[in-house]
């Protein structure tokens, strides 16, 4: 099967390397451009990007799949594309343009969780289920119908990047099957069924803790934004980053917000019982045991704000 994959961030490589592995002829690979990152903001390629010129393929680097990008892809001649977190739309004619169309991985359980964050907003839900489906890609967002399914147990203490990356390696060979079925003619994609939910893509706001929530709220947050875009609460109106926090046995109920030490970890409130700071990032510094942090502000209790 002559094959264009379109895919840019790490959780994406899975699939491209599986597709390899399987016996499948790659013939392209689009990714976005370089992006510049850290300090120094280094023009950098993009994890796809990387792992396609390892695998010696050809690479369309491209911020959006218009005109020139369908006018690159469809002169390799393709019967299918598939997609992984590219970060664009495929329309048409792109979308038409190989024989079989193209198919995507998406991290929910189809039509749950439609959308550009899947994973983080089912995290962010409290959902105890989530999954993965491989899907044929429709004009309409994630709703054409799906040729596999995998239900997975959302982890109790994971993050969402962390959680994304077992999803990513679970999917990669599923989709590798569903490609060999398409080109055996034995594959057989079913309508999706039940009420559908939106995943909107997440904004830097939506880090932002509420500490009047319950302790099973506010944790579902946090694990659902890191790492990006990221949770954060106000001390004296500073941005704080809570790169990790854990459940906390302290038989004490400070108030929503409050922070204080009780033996040697740094407690604070919510609506009911308190959560345990573990790691976290002041503004301007590095990422730090949540205990040195409070060592170093040298004081008893501090309100953070919601």
Known sequence: MRIAFAGTPAVAVPTLQ??????HDVAVVITRPDAPLGRKRVLT??????????????????????????????????????????????????LSAPTHGWINLHFSLLPLW??????????????????????????????????ASHEVPVPDDATAGEFLDELAVLGAPIVAGVVSDIEA???????????????????????????????????????????????????AGTPLKVL?????DSEKRPAPGEIYLDGKAVVIGTADVPLHLVTVQPTGKAAMPAADWWRGLRTESLKAGS
């Open 18 to 23: 599986a597709l390899v592995a399987a016996g």
């Open 45 to 94: 390629p993009s994890p796809v990007a990387v792992a396609a010129e390892a695998l010696g393929i050809p690479v369309v680097k491209a911020a959006r799949l218009d005109d020139e990008a369908t006018a690159a892809i469809v002169g390799f001649d393709v019967e299918l594309g598939v997609i992984v977190a590219y970060g664009g739309l495929v329309r048409e004619p792109l």
């Open 114 to 147: 439609r959308g550009a964050a899947p994973v983080q907003r089912s995290m962010m839900a409290g959902d105890a289920v989530t999954g993965i489906a491989v899907f044929q890609l429709v004009a309409a967002l994630d709703a054409g119908d799906i040729f």
């Open 185 to 235: 003619g034995t594959a057989l994609a079913v309508p999706q069924k039940g009420e559908a939910s939106v995943a909107a893509k997440l904004e830097r706001e939506d880090g932002r803790i509420n500490w009047n929530q319950s302790a099973a709220a506010v944790y579902a947050q946090l694990r659902g934004v890191t790492p990006e875009p990221g949770a954060f609460t106000t001390i």
């Open 244 to 248: 990790r926090a854990a459940r906390s």
